[in-house]
């Protein structure tokens, strides 16, 4: 669980088309497989019998497929919201009231364009595209009612129940990552029912499906989770939610931890370099850097500069070692800064010559 590697499996999909038809024949669905043991979950969007094909094989007939680390299905919610879809969900409201034909055509459209955009926005985002599929289908539906009125407000009820869940989870998911217990999300009995595959075949594992609401199935995700004993966590390097199995584990990936040491190290690197030993040495160490360059200026021979370089390697090596010591404590900056002084002759000795 600690090296998991965020592996993406983008399978071939259809465009589902927001387009004025004949409804589906077949049900809308989404279908959800919690591998906490992998910290992976894999998501389908499609009818009914495209996705059951699809569980078992690649299956480019259906109109989301995505496998992607545990987690992300939670944190679609807070990011599904948008004015958008009031304004659609009106448009198609309008449209199912409209007595001529060129104004309900009209306002079918222009919401069709509306959910086009936002799928396209949110391309990795299941809920979105479950929803904006299931509120269309809804809606061709009921334009095949006569009551035009009944069926405009039946539509308004079907599709607020869908888009419901977004944005409403947020303060539950900050208990999470405070590790508070999690307390049921309210839930009325009509808005309850979730569908449950059960390995079957050559089905290995268990999904939960969603045919109407989207607030089942989240909390089906949320108990698995759960179940699993799993932790919510906010990546201290990325910000990314993950899930972890012990609440010491702040970095979500491999990427993470060796950017975070990468990070430390230098922030390290960065407080010694304030140091007055640090400085001391920095000023000792160029002066005997610009002697060397100064004698290759000059066109000193092979053996000269030799000499002066094994000389400068073994000032670096002692100086380091009674820098060490200053930082310790068992030797003084003074003592430190004039035993360097006292080797200037060295190499003013080598050059001279
Ligand atoms: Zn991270």
């Known amino acids: 669980m600690q090296n998991r590697i965020p592996i993406k499996k983008e399978v071939k999909t259809v465009r589902y088309a927001f387009e004025i038809r004949d409804p589906l024949i077949n049900p809308v ?4 497989r919690v591998d906490a043991q992998q910290n992976m979950e894999y998501l389908w969007v499609g009818t009914d019998i495209e996705v ?17 680390p545990l987690g992300a299905f939670w944190c679609e919610f807070a990011k599904s919201w948008d004015t958008a879809w009031t304004d659609a969900i009106w448009a198609l409201s309008r449209s199912l009231e409209a007595w001529r034909r060129k104004k309900r055509d009209a306002e079918g459209n222009a919401a069709g364009d509306m959910f086009r ?3 396209e926005e949110n391309e ?18 009921c334009r095949r009612g006569r009551n035009g009125k009944y069926a405009a407000e039946f539509f308004r009820k079907y599709a607020q129940l869908v888009i419901l869940p977004f944005g409403e989870y947020t303060p539950e998911m900050f208990h999470w990552q405070r590790e508070q ?3 049921p999300i309210w839930n009325c009995r009509e808005d309850a029912k979730l569908q449950i595959w059960y390995p079957h075949g050559k089905i290995p594992f268990e999904c939960g499906v969603a045919t109407h609401s989207l607030r089942p199935m989240l909390i089906y995700y949320r108990q698995r989770i759960l179940d699993a004993g799993l932790l919510m966590r906010k990546c201290r390097h990325c ?15 491999e990427e993470c931890r060796n950017a975070s040491k990468k990070a430390a190290r230098k922030s390290f690197e960065d407080k010694a370099k304030g140091q ?4 001391a040495y920095d000023r000792e160490y160029m002066f005997w850097y610009n002697r060397i360059s100064k004698l290759k200026k000059e066109g000193a021979s092979a053996e000269q500069v030799e000499q002066a370089e094994n000389a400068f390697k073994s000032f670096c090596d002692k100086a380091s070692r009674r820098k060490n010591r200053v930082k310790n ?4 900056l003074e003592e430190f800064t004039s035993w360097m002084m006292e080797q200037e002759p060295i190499i003013e000795k080598i050059c001279s010559e």
């Open 29 to 32: 669905i989404l279908a959800m």
């Open 181 to 183: 217990p999690v307390t």
């Open 276 to 279: 007055p030993y640090e400085q």
């Open 52 to 68: 059951g094909i699809a569980l078992r094989a690649p299956n480019d007939n259906i109109y989301f497929a995505q496998t992607r």
């Open 117 to 119: 955009k936002l799928t």
């Open 329 to 332: 404590g068992t030797m003084t």
């Open 239 to 253: 910000g990314k939610i993950f899930f972890a199995s012990d609440s010491r584990t702040n970095l979500c990936s």
């Open 124 to 141: 990795e985002n299941a809920a979105v595209w479950y929803a904006a599929i299931q509120i269309w289908e809804m809606y061709l539906r």
